[in-house]
Protein backbone atom coordinates (compact mmCIF):
# COMPACT_ATOMS: atom_id res chain seq x y z
CA UNK A 1 0.00 0.00 0.00
CA UNK A 2 2.78 2.56 0.44
CA UNK A 3 4.44 1.78 -2.19
CA UNK A 4 0.74 2.03 -4.59
CA UNK A 5 0.37 5.68 -2.26
CA UNK A 6 4.18 6.76 -3.11
CA UNK A 7 3.55 6.46 -6.81
CA UNK A 8 -0.24 8.58 -6.18
CA UNK A 9 1.81 11.41 -4.43
CA UNK A 10 4.06 11.57 -7.60
CA UNK A 11 0.86 12.12 -9.70
CA UNK A 12 -0.52 14.82 -7.29
CA UNK A 13 3.07 16.55 -6.90
CA UNK A 14 3.63 16.79 -10.92
CA UNK A 15 4.09 20.49 -11.88
CA UNK A 16 2.84 19.17 -15.40
CA UNK A 17 -0.36 18.07 -13.64
CA UNK A 18 -0.94 21.25 -12.02
CA UNK A 19 -0.41 23.08 -15.38
CA UNK A 20 -2.84 20.90 -17.23
CA UNK A 21 -5.45 21.57 -14.09
CA UNK A 22 -5.44 25.05 -14.58
CA UNK A 23 -5.88 25.26 -18.56
CA UNK A 24 -8.53 22.84 -18.00
CA UNK A 25 -10.22 24.66 -15.78
CA UNK A 26 -9.62 27.88 -18.19
CA UNK A 27 -11.45 26.06 -20.74
CA UNK A 28 -14.31 24.87 -18.59
CA UNK A 29 -15.03 28.27 -16.25
CA UNK A 30 -17.72 30.20 -18.07
CA UNK A 31 -16.81 33.84 -16.63
CA UNK A 32 -14.67 35.72 -19.19
CA UNK A 33 -12.49 37.45 -16.15
CA UNK A 34 -12.01 34.28 -14.51
CA UNK A 35 -10.91 32.74 -17.10
CA UNK A 36 -8.60 35.32 -17.84
CA UNK A 37 -7.04 35.28 -14.37
CA UNK A 38 -6.70 31.09 -14.91
CA UNK A 39 -4.74 31.71 -18.14
CA UNK A 40 -2.74 34.54 -16.30
CA UNK A 41 -1.90 32.17 -13.31
CA UNK A 42 -0.64 28.88 -16.04
CA UNK A 43 1.83 31.33 -17.69
CA UNK A 44 3.23 32.87 -13.96
CA UNK A 45 3.70 29.18 -12.90
CA UNK A 46 4.58 28.22 -16.28
CA UNK A 47 7.58 30.90 -16.52
CA UNK A 48 8.56 30.16 -12.72
CA UNK A 49 8.67 26.46 -13.16
CA UNK A 50 10.82 26.75 -16.66
CA UNK A 51 13.09 29.57 -15.03
CA UNK A 52 16.36 27.52 -14.59
CA UNK A 53 18.16 29.38 -12.05
CA UNK A 54 15.24 29.21 -9.54
CA UNK A 55 15.27 25.28 -9.97
CA UNK A 56 19.12 25.44 -10.02
CA UNK A 57 19.34 27.33 -6.66
CA UNK A 58 16.44 24.89 -5.33
CA UNK A 59 18.56 21.83 -5.66
CA UNK A 60 22.13 23.82 -4.77
CA UNK A 61 20.32 23.92 -1.47
CA UNK A 62 19.05 20.71 -1.54
CA UNK A 63 21.53 18.32 -2.70
CA UNK A 64 24.19 17.41 -0.39
CA UNK A 65 27.71 19.05 -1.36
CA UNK A 66 30.54 16.81 -2.90
CA UNK A 67 32.77 14.34 -0.86
CA UNK A 68 36.44 14.80 -1.87
CA UNK A 69 38.19 11.54 -2.08
CA UNK A 70 40.49 12.66 0.99
CA UNK A 71 37.49 12.66 3.30
CA UNK A 72 36.44 9.08 3.41
CA UNK A 73 38.45 6.19 5.01
CA UNK A 74 41.46 4.61 2.87
CA UNK A 75 39.63 1.47 2.96
CA UNK A 76 36.48 0.96 4.00
CA UNK A 77 34.29 -2.63 3.07
CA UNK A 78 32.05 -2.04 1.03
CA UNK A 79 30.28 0.67 -1.29
CA UNK A 80 26.55 0.56 -0.57
CA UNK A 81 25.17 1.32 -4.59
CA UNK A 82 21.53 2.37 -4.28
CA UNK A 83 19.87 1.72 -7.78
CA UNK A 84 16.96 3.80 -9.49
CA UNK A 85 19.12 4.90 -12.68
CA UNK A 86 17.79 1.72 -14.71
CA UNK A 87 14.54 1.12 -17.26
CA UNK A 88 13.77 -2.46 -16.30
CA UNK A 89 10.84 -1.97 -18.44
CA UNK A 90 12.21 -1.15 -22.06
CA UNK A 91 13.25 -3.98 -23.68
CA UNK A 92 14.90 -6.10 -25.49
CA UNK A 93 16.58 -7.06 -22.06
CA UNK A 94 19.72 -7.83 -23.61
CA UNK A 95 21.41 -4.43 -22.66
CA UNK A 96 20.98 -2.31 -20.10
CA UNK A 97 19.14 1.25 -20.00
CA UNK A 98 20.89 4.13 -18.09
CA UNK A 99 19.10 6.89 -17.39
CA UNK A 100 20.13 10.16 -15.09
CA UNK A 101 22.07 9.54 -11.84
CA UNK A 102 24.02 7.05 -13.60
CA UNK A 103 26.94 8.65 -12.28
CA UNK A 104 25.94 6.76 -8.58
CA UNK A 105 27.18 3.12 -10.89
CA UNK A 106 30.28 5.11 -12.17
CA UNK A 107 31.25 6.67 -8.87
CA UNK A 108 31.13 3.07 -7.04
CA UNK A 109 33.37 1.38 -9.55
CA UNK A 110 36.00 4.22 -9.21
CA UNK A 111 35.68 3.65 -5.83
CA UNK A 112 36.26 -0.30 -6.08
CA UNK A 113 39.22 0.34 -9.06
CA UNK A 114 40.70 2.96 -6.66
CA UNK A 115 41.11 0.40 -3.51
CA UNK A 116 39.11 2.83 -1.68
CA UNK A 117 36.37 -0.54 -0.70
CA UNK A 118 36.93 -4.07 -1.03
CA UNK A 119 33.19 -4.72 -2.34
CA UNK A 120 30.42 -3.08 -3.97
CA UNK A 121 27.12 -3.94 -2.17
CA UNK A 122 24.22 -3.26 -5.03
CA UNK A 123 21.11 -2.77 -3.30
CA UNK A 124 17.82 -2.44 -5.43
CA UNK A 125 14.76 -4.72 -6.93
CA UNK A 126 12.22 -2.81 -9.27
CA UNK A 127 10.51 -0.21 -8.66
CA UNK A 128 7.80 -0.90 -10.81
CA UNK A 129 4.08 -1.02 -9.87
CA UNK A 130 4.02 -4.75 -10.77
CA UNK A 131 6.89 -6.58 -9.45
CA UNK A 132 9.29 -7.64 -12.15
CA UNK A 133 11.75 -10.88 -12.05
CA UNK A 134 13.96 -8.35 -13.89
CA UNK A 135 15.79 -6.59 -11.33
CA UNK A 136 17.64 -3.28 -11.25
CA UNK A 137 20.45 -4.71 -9.26
CA UNK A 138 20.99 -7.46 -11.92
CA UNK A 139 21.21 -4.68 -14.26
CA UNK A 140 24.07 -2.52 -12.37
CA UNK A 141 25.73 -6.04 -11.39
CA UNK A 142 25.90 -6.88 -15.20
CA UNK A 143 27.52 -3.42 -16.35
CA UNK A 144 30.21 -4.24 -13.29
CA UNK A 145 30.97 -7.24 -14.42
CA UNK A 146 31.52 -5.81 -17.78
CA UNK A 147 33.59 -3.32 -16.24
CA UNK A 148 35.73 -6.16 -14.28
CA UNK A 149 34.49 -6.52 -11.39
CA UNK A 150 34.45 -9.91 -10.13
CA UNK A 151 31.94 -11.77 -8.41
CA UNK A 152 33.80 -11.98 -5.16
CA UNK A 153 33.74 -8.03 -4.96
CA UNK A 154 29.64 -7.86 -5.45
CA UNK A 155 27.38 -8.25 -2.65
CA UNK A 156 23.60 -8.46 -4.23
CA UNK A 157 20.66 -7.42 -2.58
CA UNK A 158 17.33 -7.11 -5.23
CA UNK A 159 14.29 -7.42 -2.96
CA UNK A 160 13.93 -3.67 -1.78
CA UNK A 161 11.60 -1.59 -3.69
CA UNK A 162 12.01 1.93 -1.55
CA UNK A 163 14.89 3.53 0.45
CA UNK A 164 13.48 2.26 3.65
CA UNK A 165 14.21 -1.62 2.57
CA UNK A 166 17.34 -0.86 0.82
CA UNK A 167 18.56 0.09 4.39
CA UNK A 168 16.29 -2.71 5.85
CA UNK A 169 17.99 -5.42 3.88
CA UNK A 170 21.35 -4.11 3.80
CA UNK A 171 21.60 -4.25 7.86
CA UNK A 172 20.69 -7.71 7.40
CA UNK A 173 23.26 -8.47 4.95
CA UNK A 174 26.34 -6.47 7.43
CA UNK A 175 24.77 -8.79 10.20
CA UNK A 176 24.79 -11.64 8.82
CA UNK A 177 28.90 -10.65 7.18
CA UNK A 178 31.11 -9.69 10.05
CA UNK A 179 33.52 -8.40 7.50
CA UNK A 180 31.45 -5.25 6.55
CA UNK A 181 31.99 -2.85 8.88
CA UNK A 182 32.67 0.38 7.44
CA UNK A 183 30.49 1.52 4.54
CA UNK A 184 30.19 4.13 1.97
CA UNK A 185 26.74 4.96 0.81
CA UNK A 186 26.84 6.17 -2.60
CA UNK A 187 24.01 7.28 -4.02
CA UNK A 188 21.94 10.84 -6.01
CA UNK A 189 22.74 13.92 -4.45
CA UNK A 190 19.69 14.56 -4.43
CA UNK A 191 18.72 11.22 -2.61
CA UNK A 192 21.14 11.26 0.26
CA UNK A 193 19.72 12.98 3.08
CA UNK A 194 16.74 10.44 3.04
CA UNK A 195 19.04 7.41 2.24
CA UNK A 196 21.35 8.33 5.24
CA UNK A 197 18.56 9.44 7.49
CA UNK A 198 17.03 5.33 6.67
CA UNK A 199 20.26 3.64 7.34
CA UNK A 200 20.75 5.53 10.87
CA UNK A 201 17.22 4.55 11.88
CA UNK A 202 18.48 0.49 11.11
CA UNK A 203 21.86 1.47 12.96
CA UNK A 204 23.62 1.54 10.28
CA UNK A 205 26.33 4.90 9.80
CA UNK A 206 27.48 4.91 6.17
CA UNK A 207 30.10 7.36 4.63
CA UNK A 208 28.04 9.49 2.46
CA UNK A 209 29.39 9.99 -1.32
CA UNK A 210 26.85 11.83 -2.96
CA UNK A 211 27.09 11.31 -6.91
CA UNK A 212 24.60 11.91 -9.86
CA UNK A 213 24.26 15.68 -9.28
CA UNK A 214 21.30 17.18 -11.35
CA UNK A 215 22.61 20.95 -9.80
CA UNK A 216 25.00 22.90 -11.91
CA UNK A 217 27.62 25.74 -10.61
CA UNK A 218 25.77 29.10 -10.31
CA UNK A 219 26.47 31.13 -13.59
CA UNK A 220 26.26 34.95 -14.15
CA UNK A 221 25.09 34.67 -17.72
CA UNK A 222 21.71 35.73 -18.45
CA UNK A 223 20.60 32.51 -19.51
CA UNK A 224 20.88 31.31 -16.26
CA UNK A 225 18.09 33.84 -14.64
CA UNK A 226 16.01 34.26 -18.30
CA UNK A 227 16.04 31.65 -20.65
CA UNK A 228 12.93 29.31 -19.86
CA UNK A 229 14.05 25.23 -19.72
CA UNK A 230 11.60 22.40 -20.01
CA UNK A 231 14.16 20.45 -18.72
CA UNK A 232 13.48 22.78 -15.44
CA UNK A 233 9.57 21.05 -15.18
CA UNK A 234 11.55 17.81 -14.59
CA UNK A 235 13.83 18.69 -12.23
CA UNK A 236 11.07 20.31 -10.17
CA UNK A 237 9.13 17.10 -10.66
CA UNK A 238 12.45 15.12 -9.32
CA UNK A 239 13.18 17.71 -6.06
CA UNK A 240 9.36 17.77 -4.70
CA UNK A 241 9.27 13.83 -5.11
CA UNK A 242 12.36 13.69 -3.02
CA UNK A 243 11.22 16.57 -0.16
CA UNK A 244 8.01 15.02 -0.15
CA UNK A 245 9.41 11.49 0.59
CA UNK A 246 12.02 12.96 3.21
CA UNK A 247 9.17 14.39 4.93
CA UNK A 248 6.59 11.45 4.90
CA UNK A 249 9.89 9.12 6.05
CA UNK A 250 10.06 11.53 8.86
CA UNK A 251 6.36 11.18 9.86
CA UNK A 252 6.58 7.64 9.78
CA UNK A 253 9.89 7.45 11.90
CA UNK A 254 11.45 5.78 8.50
CA UNK A 255 14.10 8.37 7.97
Known amino acids: ?16 VWLVVLLLAAVL ?17 LLLLTNPGLINEALLAWELPPVRLRQLPPRADAAVLLTGITSVSKSPHDRVYLHEGA ?20 SGGSGAMLQKAHTEAADLITLLHLAGVPDSAIIKEDQSRN ?13 ARSELDTLILVTSAFHQRRALG ?14 GYYSTDRAATPDYWLM ?18 YVVYKVLGYA
Open 228 to 245: PDPQALSRWSLLLHEISG
Open 198 to 211: CFAQVGLHPQPFPA
Open 1 to 16: MFFVLSKLLDFVLSPA
Open 163 to 175: TRENALFTRRITQ
Open 29 to 45: VRQPARRRQLLLATLAL
Open 103 to 122: DRLTNALWLWRAGRVRYILV
